[in-house]
């Protein structure tokens, strides 16, 4: 089956810890993309990548950092510049635009929680 | 500034009572419209994408409609699985090169049997 997997499904840390989250996808999409989900706000672009080795800053990138060295892969790291990072992480992909949008395609997500 | 609102934020249906779910936009320049569907504790899933005013998709008991400045997500004569957050997102040009989507804060539809 093609899809988005997100690991773990839960993670807990300790404050001043960095932790890194892992999104994969066997969809051969080229643009892979990280949102952050808070309780009453929509999602939030954090990262985007629409190439291998290329990525760039989404709305409320300070405080994460991400990295693309495969197609499939684009894991995501929080780090403990990041003031409030308990969340619920997504993951998500698509084709790579040309004159329209397409879809992308989400993760079952990854809920962190840092005390 | 782009701006995406849904509304309600919360409805309450009897199963096979129909309604709609609303969408409204702000931005500047709709390269496309989505609606997702989203269950407790999982990532969001993909229903429609619109693309210009006076489209309408369907997908069993769903129909997405745009207009310039809204879109609706009518349900015809709901079931329990039906109940979940419905999601709106907008895709505007972003960087340049690059669309984002602006999503909204979704409505949470239950259906009651």
């Known amino acids: 089956d093609g899809g988005i997997t997100q690991s773990p499904k839960y993670l807990f840390r300790k404050e001043g810890q960095n932790v890194t989250l892992s999104c994969e996808q066997n969809?051969?999409?080229?643009?892979m993309y990280w949102y952050r989900q808070d309780p009453g706000q929509g999602l939030r672009l954090i990262y985007y990548?629409?190439?291998?080795?290329?990525?760039q800053k989404g709305d409320i990138a300070e405080g994460y950092s991400v990295s693309r060295e495969k197609k499939e892969s684009f894991p995501l790291t929080v780090t403990s510049a990041q003031k409030n990072p308990t969340a619920f992480y997504l993951c998500?992909?698509?084709?790579?635009?040309?004159?329209?949008?397409?879809?992308?395609?989400f993760g079952p997500g990854t809920r962190l929680t840092v005390t | 500034e782009d701006q995406v609102t849904q509304s309600p934020e919360a409805l309450r249906l009897q199963e096979g009572e129909s309604s709609s779910l609303n969408c409204s936009y702000t931005?500047?320049?709709?390269?496309?419209l989505f609606w997702y569907r989203q269950d407790p504790g999982k990532g969001p899933e993909f229903l429609f994408t619109?693309?210009?005013a006076g489209e309408e998709k369907e997908k069993e008991r769903l129909k997405a409609t745009l207009t310039k400045k809204e879109s609706f997500l009518h349900i015809t004569a709901p079931k329990p699985e039906d109940s979940a957050t419905y999601l709106c997102?907008?895709?505007?040009?972003?960087?340049?090169?690059?669309?984002?989507?602006?999503f909204g804060t979704g409505t949470l539809l239950a259906v009651q049997p």
């Open positions: 998500a992909s698509s084709l790579r635009q040309g004159a329209l949008q397409r879809e992308q395609y």
């Open positions: 969809l051969n999409h080229d643009a």
């Open positions: 990548s629409q190439i291998v080795n290329d990525f």
């Open positions: 931005v500047s320049g709709l390269r496309g």
């Open positions: 619109l693309y210009s």
């Open positions: 997102a907008v895709q505007v040009t972003y960087g340049g090169a690059t669309n984002k989507l602006i």
